[in-house]
Every structure is written in structure tokens, then in C-alpha cells.
């Protein structure tokens, strides 16, 4: 099975160190278009952009960088409750033509109350998947051609519809991660691609096998991919020194201010990361070359896959095994880590190559709209 391998746009930030300004690298328009393009270029099938308020906004990033690259898809994100999934089916429509079908999409329900409330979101975890689901309905039923009408607990349209299709169809691919029972559900039932952060193989088989027999018992069949750091050098040794290098600045203070912020999330894959290395920098190999260090002052993805070029194949290797067949990897600095990752590990894997995308132009059967809408020909004078 060739496998998918994608990289991340550090629109949060990046540099040689983590947990402080030493080393940092400033992040800007012209940094984001050399990362994109190195990835581009380098074969990777596409990039990660995270979300939240420490992030530049996806979709914005997404759209500027669509005329700088040629392959890579932008995998950006869906944020319910934060917009309407009318307005978002039209956005991803949008994005999806004018890059011509290299828009991907990821369903992000938020595991941080304090910035949710930011955004004026003051659901519980439970109600947030509830109205995740319903979102979802509508969002992939308005790209698919539907017109929807639909009154859900949490969110009610009438008449929902899409005037311009996506170039991918019968609509751009959805992926999502969560671990929570909820979240679990709201995958078997909804998307295509589940993604799960790298925690080790046998706690990874578990979470797949419980989504697979979700989806299962509704009749569907659902992909898998996971999300992790890589630190990948000519020898192991340099790769380990490489990774204690990343956390040669943080003290025990920081670790501790870090961990702390982290624990109001109530997402429990984020809960799950922090009990890999339980906030205490000993014994951060939690598996055979995976190392927990990033997690120590690091929101979300927090293991790292550490070793030279076959060694991280080997491990790669192991996940796939399990199912997964696509690796979202990030490393850094992201522009170094890219090359390194493209020259010293693509060579031992089986990638799948991206093509040239289509043509991303449209030509309404309708000419232009009239009155905001479709309608219909008028009868042939004789």
C-alpha cells in the first residue's frame, strides 16, 4: 500500500528550540511560501494547517498560497459552531475550484472551553460533538447538491443549498480526530479519513479497531491517519541528540506553566498526550523511537518518531500495518525537517506521488445568476 505523506504550515510558530525566543524564526507570508513550496516540491501530497487563536487563519493561508504551488493539497479547517455549515459549504466549494481540487477539510470541534468561549462557544464537550454531527449533515448534504432543510438541538437551516459544486466529488474528502467515545461516533457515521495523534502502536490498533466496528454496524468503511513530529537524521545517535537539542531550553518552571494550561483542555486525546510523558522529562522514549518530548510544552501532537532514515521507516511501517496509510509529519525548523524528512526517509517508504491538479475552471450552464439563484429556462417562443 503507497502511503500519503503530508507535512504542517507552522502558522503558530517555529524555530530550532522549544518553550522559548531563543532560536525562534519569525513567521510570515514569505516563510509560509517557502515552507509550502519545499514541500511542493519535495513530493509531500500535502499540509496540515492548524487552527486556533495562536494560529494565522487557515483558510486565509490556504488561499494565499494556492498560486505559489502546483500539487499540494491544503488540508484547512471546519470549525462548528463558530460558522454556519452553509455558509462553510460555500467557503470549501470556493477553495476547492479556485485551487482546483487540492482543498481537503478537517473537522475541528475545539477541546480548549477558555478560547471557545473567546469565540462565543459555550457548549459542553458532549453538546459540542451534538452539534458537530448536525453540522456535518448539512455541510457534506449542501456540497453534495442537496437542497437541505434540517432542524436539529443545536442548529436548524431551511433551504440550504449550493449554487457552485466543488471540483471533487461528490465533495472534497473530510477528515477528523478525536478519541472520546463522542468523537469515536461522530467518525463512524460522518467522515473519511480519521486521524489520531501518535501515541504507541498497540494504544493506536485499539482506537482503530473501536472506530472500524462503529462504522461497521452503519454500514460504512473509513480510512485512517496519524499525526507526528519527526526527527530524522543520518545516524540514530545524531537523531537522539537532535531531540534532547529541541528541549535543551526548558526548565522545569516552563514544563510546569505549560502542563497546567494544558490541563483545562477537556479533550481527552489532548488528556491522553500528557499521560505519555505525565509532565516529568525522564523516560520520554514512550515506544520503541517514540519520543514524548514535544508534548511537555506542546498543545496537541506531541511525540516524535526519532532515528535516521530506516530506522523511522521501520516504525512508519509498523502504523501502516494497523491500517493507517496516511502521516501527517511536522519537525523542526519546518523548511530544514522537510528535506530532511524527503531525503533520509522517503527513500525507504512506498510514497504515493501527487499529480497535477485539474483544470479549476467553472462555467455555469446558467450564464450569469439571476435574483441569487437558478431559474428555470424560459419557454421557446415559435
Known amino acids: 500500500m503507497s502511503l500519503t505523506i503530508f507535512w504542517f504550515l507552522p502558522t503558530h510558530g517555529d524555530g530550532h528550540y522549544l518553550g522559548t525566543a531563543e532560536g525562534a524564526r519569525a513567521v510570515d507570508h514569505g516563510y509560509l511560501q517557502q515552507v509550502a513550496q519545499a514541500a511542493d516540491r519535495l513530493g509531500f501530497g500535502g499540509v496540515l494547517i492548524p487552527t486556533g487563536r495562536s494560529c494565522e487563519d487557515s483558510w486565509l493561508v490556504a488561499a494565499s498560497l494556492i498560486p505559489v504551488t502546483q500539487r499540494l493539497k491544503f488540508l484547512v479547517a471546519l470549525r ?24 481537503l477539510f478537517n473537522l475541528v470541534t475545539g477541546g480548549d472551553p477558555e478560547e471557545l468561549a473567546g469565540d462565543g462557544l459555550f457548549l459542553s464537550h458532549e453538546e459540542r460533538y451534538q452539534a458537530s454531527v448536525e453540522f456535518t449533515r448539512i455541510w457534506r448534504r449542501v456540497l453534495e447538491g442537496e437542497t437541505v432543510d434540517y432542524d436539529g438541538e443545536h442548529i436548524s437551516v431551511k433551504g440550504a443549498k449550493l449554487l457552485y459544486p466543488p471540483i471533487q466529488q461528490p465533495r472534497p474528502p473530510l477528515y477528523f480526530g478525536g478519541s472520546s467515545e463522542a468523537a469515536q461516533d461522530l467518525a463512524a457515521e460522518q467522515v473519511e479519513m480519521v486521524l489520531t495523534w501518535g501515541e504507541p502502536p498497540a494504544a493506536v490498533a485499539e482506537k482503530i479497531e ?30 537522539w541528540k537532535a531531540a534532547d537539542k529541541l528541549i535543551s531550553h526548558l526548565d522545569d518552571d516552563t ?21 505519555l510523558h505525565g509532565g516529568n522529562r525522564d523516560n520520554l522514549e514512550v515506544s520503541p523511537n517514540l519520543w514524548a518530548g514535544v ?3 506542546r498543545g496537541g501532537a506531541g511525540t516524535a518518531l526519532v532515528g535516521d532514515g530506516p530506522t523511522v521507516a521501520e516504525r512508519v511501517k509498523e502504523y501502516s500495518a494497523l491500517g493507517i496509510d496516511t502521516f501527517i509529519f511536522s519537525g523542526y525548523p519546518h523548511l530544514e525537517e522537510s528535506y530532511r ?30 435574483a441569487n439563484d437558478i431559474l428555470p429556462k424560459a419557454a421557446s417562443q415559435s
Open 255 to 275: 514544563i510546569a506553566r505549560a502542563q497546567a494550561s494544558l490541563a483545562r483542555f477537556d479533550s481527552v486525546g489532548q488528556q491522553r498526550m500528557a499521560a
Open 80 to 103: 462548528p459552531g463558530i460558522i454556519s455549515p452553509t455558509v462553510a459549504a460555500r467557503q470549501a466549494a470556493t477553495l476547492d475550484r479556485l485551487s482546483g481540487g487540492r482543498a
Open 341 to 370: 524528512v524527503a531525503e533520509l526517509l522517503f527513500p525507504h517508504l512506498d510514497i504515493e506521488r501527487p499529480e497535477l491538479p485539474k483544470s479549476a475552471g467553472y462555467v455555469s450552464p446558467f450564464g450569469e445568476m439571476v
Open 210 to 239: 473501536q472506530v472500524r466496528a462503529k462504522a461497521a454496524k452503519l454500514g460504512r468503511t473509513v480510512r485512517f491517519g496519524i499525526r507526528l513530529h519527526v526527527i530524522v537524521r543520518e545516524t540514530n545517535d545524531e537523531a
Open 295 to 297: 508534548g511537555l510544552v
